[in-house]
């Protein structure tokens, strides 16, 4: 189910992670989600009750700005956190799904059209008693293709079909562009194998009960695919991921994209990773011979890829065959019958990330038809919910962020000229795309079969992979979007040097056109700045201003920004989630300059806008306090322990009372705006206050 990736793309939010949502003492989460659409929150845009004012901002702003109305946030039962972004998520799922049910409403003759396509997907998974009656059938077929492998050549052909099938593919493949020739595709060739968030939950101590629960739910799918021996086959399965995450890079490491850019060949695939039949599994992959002995593959983390191959290599065939039917079930739950249905959600949502409840079927089937052909939906719904007006005005937000962006690279005190010069010339070829892509998706060689849900979705994979893999070889197309106009997330993708603002996550409280210019400035204004300054984060620094990763900082210079980003670090390092848990520092280095950047520029960018002029002062607050509670607004979240956790480890985010405490506390004018004291807990002395761009 791999497509176009790239490693150091960066979004505002994680994809897997559902934001936020506004709620205070005066009105429930339901009435605040829909009452947030369509018109401003009274009297400017800011939800004045949600604050809790016993708190100094000085002491915490995040419990100032948003203490009444987190506390009175009820997670649902189906989430694991809630918030502002979980707010914009369901009325864009709820959107969908009135998308959906329109087409499945009209007369449906055969599934030829792309109309009639999406009706047939979504009825067909909404069809609960009939996908119930299929048992573990569905999944015949893949499981006799596993009981068949008999050597290393035929294993590793299976593996690689996981690109186009429900089969696990142990390793990362992907099409995208390479990031020294960004020009052109190349395949991308990363780490895998693990069912589980990330390796520490193999490899430390506090992850334990978690490691146990895990090795009792591969046990469960295996005696419900009738596999042989399922609970020595689910000890042998968790020992030899463990085996694997030991070798595994840490995400820390990964979000170098230096370290994590080495060019191979086939040939050199087999010579430096012995163990694993690389021909074979680019082969089940749909990629021929030919085509495999000219391609260039980027390898993200050798060593880890060479211990992989060579574990895989000295394993024993029934392990690997019951390692690829677990993971065959649980890559396939989703589109089974209600006992891997069941068993995934106890597994994967409640014990892993503390989720109480199931998410109705009907949330379901639109999320599994928004996969599938998403970009399909992505049409009726830009016509339907993203006006036009809404396009002009971002874009002209997007051009007063970029221009401020300009006036502070200009004016940086810790840079020298040739490199502030380039950096410039950086930010001049920048793109930014609002709103949709100018290009759309042809669905008319995928096949949907009413009543067949494992084969759609299995087919909806293939279609996807297959569409990427047609790319192998000919030139980057620029305009072709990773995420779609109903997704509510943005984000930056250094090898294209742009920024994408998809049409969902253009509404309030990020975006009100009726809201004061202050509070859009803080938050979609945050929010843009938020993403250009990717390009010139930890990461993103290292990619020219044609996408082309390339070192064009000075050594002087880029000393000067790593002393900076250390510092900054450090603070994040002393922010705990949790009592005990703390954010890790450099695992959130990128986003967390990137917060720093998008609130300084945005409210660099809002005073640009007064044209000299005075803010206005609106119910006591200034343009300022105004700008940071608009950045602190959509920050508004509350999340469970063991979600909280699990961020913690995997998540290059920071939570989301260090998103608005930490990047605030580093703004001078947060302190000017706010009166902030040195006795109050945030006040850093001026020295001690980090400023990057």
Do not use: C
């Amino acid at each position: 189910m791999s497509r176009l990736k790239n490693k150091v793309r960066h979004s505002v939010i994680l994809s897997s992670l559902s934001g936020l949502m506004l709620a205070s003492s005066l009105v429930t989460p339901v009435m605040a989600a829909t009452a947030r659409h369509g018109a401003a929150i009274q009297p400017w845009g800011f939800d004045l009750g949600g604050r809790n004012v016993t708190l100094l901002p000085g002491n915490d702003f995040f419990g100032y700005a948003n203490g009444r109305a987190v506390k009175a946030i009820t997670i649902p039962a189906d989430r694991t956190s809630f918030g502002e972004f979980d707010a914009l998520r369901d009325l864009s799922q709820k959107r969908v799904r009135d998308i959906l049910t329109g087409l499945a409403g009209k007369r449906i003759i055969a599934t030829q059209t792309t109309e009639e396509k999406l009706a047939v997907y979504y009825t067909s998974f909404m069809d609960e008693k009939a996908v119930e009656a299929l048992g573990v059938r569905p999944l015949e077929t893949d499981l006799a293709a596993i009981r068949a492998v008999k050597t290393p050549s035929e294993l590793a052909h299976l593996i690689g079909t996981g690109q186009t099938s429900f089969q696990f593919s142990a390793f990362s493949l992907s099409i995208q562009p390479d990031a020294k020739d960004p020009k052109r595709f190349a395949l991308g060739l990363d780490q895998g194998g693990l069912g589980m968030p990330d390796r520490d939950y193999y490899l430390k101590p506090e992850f334990a009960a978690k490691k146990r629960a895990y090795e009792a739910y591969v046990a469960k799918m295996l005696h419900l695919v009738g596999w042989q021996d399922a609970d020595a086959r689910a000890k042998d399965i968790v020992a030899l991921e463990s085996r694997l995450a030991d070798i595994h890079w840490p995400r820390v490491e990964l979000r170098d994209p230096d370290k994590t850019y080495n060019p191979t060949t086939v040939a050199g695939l087999t010579e430096k990773a012995p163990g694993f039949d690389w021909t074979a599994w680019l082969n089940g992959a749909g990629i021929s011979v030919q085509q495999a002995d000219e391609a260039r593959i980027i390898v993200g983390e050798p060593s880890a890829i060479a211990g992989q191959a060579k574990l895989l290599g000295a394993e024993s065939l029934p392990v690997l065959q019951a390692w690829l039917a677990f993971h065959l079930a649980n890559n396939s739950a989703s589109t089974l019958s209600s006992a891997f249905v069941n068993a995934s959600y106890d597994f994967n949502r409640k014990t892993l990330a503390g989720q109480p409840k199931l998410a109705a079927r009907w949330k379901r089937a639109t999320d599994a038809t928004d996969d599938a052909m998403g970009w399909a939906i992505g049409r009726i719904y830009v016509d339907r919910y993203f006006p036009p007006e809404s396009k002009v005005k971002m874009e002209a937000l997007t051009a007063g962020l970029k221009a401020a962006f300009r006036v502070r690279l200009q004016n940086n005190s810790w840079m020298s000229e040739a490199t502030k010069q380039h950096a410039l010339v950086k930010l001049d070829h920048f793109d930014i795309q609002v709103g949709y892509p100018k290009k759309s998706r042809d669905y008319s060689d995928l096949t949907i079969t009413p009543g067949d849900v494992y084969g759609n979705a299995a087919r909806a994979a293939a279609f996807e992979w297959r569409y990427w893999l047609a790319h192998l070889g000919k030139p980057v197309d620029r305009d072709e979007w990773e995420m779609t106009p109903q997704t509510v997330n943005a984000y930056n993708q250094p090898v294209f040097n742009e920024v994408v603002f998809p049409a969902s996550i253009l509404q309030p409280p990020f975006f009100d056109p009726h809201a004061d210019d202050a509070v859009n400035y803080g938050a979609i204004g945050g929010v843009i700045g938020h993403e250009m300054t990717h390009s010139f984060d930890d990461e993103g620094r290292k990619f020219d201003e044609n996408g082309r990763l390339s070192d064009w900082w000075t050594k002087e210079d880029a000393a000067r920004f790593e002393k900076l980003g250390d510092r900054l670090g450090a603070q994040y390092d002393a922010y705990e989630v949790l009592p005990g848990v703390h954010l890790n520092g450099k695992l959130t280095m990128g986003e967390n300059i990137a917060d720093l950047g998008g609130l300084t520029l945005a409210l660099d960018a809002y005073h640009a806008s007064l044209n000299g002029k005075d803010a206005p002062v609106l119910s006591g607050l200034s343009g300022d306090q105004r700008v940071f509670l608009g950045w602190a607004q959509v920050w508004r979240m509350k999340v469970r322990e063991d979600r909280a956790r699990q961020l913690a480890v995997i998540d290059p985010h920071s939570a989301p009372g260090a998103r608005v405490n930490l990047p605030a506390h580093n703004i001078d004018a947060w302190y000017k705006a706010w009166n902030v004291q040195p006795d109050q807990k945030l006040y850093l002395a001026p020295d001690q206050r980090v400023k990057i761009w």
